[in-house]
Nanobody, 120 residues
């Protein structure tokens, strides 16, 4: 069984920083893209950032220049460094791996989510 476990959420003041981590565990052959989504109260889940195994990245316009996604392929871990946080960044952040290779094929995996609250 493959799991994604997030950590690093919490309460931060506007303008502050947080770093989220997401570690994949289980009998994994390979992981291509890994990404972060978020869902604010009353809103749909949206893509925040994604990174391929080769290091190519893509960001939502709302976080460009403030958030940085990175990964450690050897540890099957993806990170999201969030700077200059705004109240509108408040959401549950979910880690996602849409194509995880295991012995019987490929599957999509989601983490359980970690809450980020930006408030004074």
């Amino acid at each position: 069984q493959v799991q994604l476990v997030e950590s690093g959420g919490g309460l931060v003041q506007p303008g502050g920083s947080l770093r989220l981590s997401c570690a994949a565990s289980g009998s994994i052959f390979s992981i291509n893209a890994m990404g972060w989504y978020r869902q604010a109260p009353g809103k749909q889940r949206e893509l925040v950032a994604v990174i391929t195994s080769g290091g190519s990245t893509n960001y939502a316009d709302s976080v460009k220049g403030r958030f940085t996604i990175s990964r450690d392929n050897a540890k099957n871990t993806v990170y999201l460094q969030m700077n200059s946080l705004k109240p509108e960044d408040t959401a549950v952040y979910y880690c996602n791996a849409p194509s995880v290779e295991i012995d019987i094929g490929y599957l999509e995996v989601w983490g359980q989510g970690t809450l980020v609250t930006v408030s004074s």
